[in-house]
């Protein structure tokens, strides 16, 4: 839990950047996402990684990155974020760490990280990815 607030209209144009970037998301205009999540980013205060909010922005920045083809920015994004409150143990960014990481031929680290959202939440987290990711780890591991 961090000990930084944000005041309130700066925690409200964080939230507005990450929906409109959600919006954009959800109609695959990862570059636009990307662009809004960025902009929400910008807000959040030094030092960004005390700031829960910074989980779920790069979270957000990690995840248009990934969709848009953009491994090496997921990879950066989503490792800031497991420095930030609440980001180290969360399943969705161990998930989206560990399928950037297969994808960048990083095996063991990849494995390491899709344990870890299969731990936080089975099967299911893999429900809606790719089957290669949950394949790979049973792969490597007894499930």
């Known amino acids: 839990m961090s000990d930084f607030e944000m005041s309130a209209d700066l925690y ?34 030094e030092p960004k990684n005390e700031w829960e909010a910074s989980t779920w922005v790069l979270g957000a920045i990690g995840d248009a990155c990934f969709l848009g083809g ?20 969360n399943p969705f960014l161990h998930l989206r760490l560990g399928e950037v990481l297969y994808e960048g031929n990083d095996m063991e680290r990849a494995t390491q990280e899709l344990m870890r959202a299969y731990m936080g939440e089975g099967e299911d987290i893999f429900s809606n990815e790719d089957k290669k990711y949950l394949d790979f780890l049973r792969s490597r591991v007894k499930l």
């Open 12 to 45: 409200s144009k964080v939230q507005n950047f990450c929906a409109a970037g959600d919006k954009l998301a959800n109609d695959r205009q990862f570059d636009a996402a990307i662009s809004s999540y960025n902009s929400a980013w910008e807000l959040i205060p």
């Open 70 to 89: 953009y491994m090496g920015s997921a990879r950066e994004a989503l490792e800031y974020a497991m420095t930030c409150p609440g980001g180290l143990g």
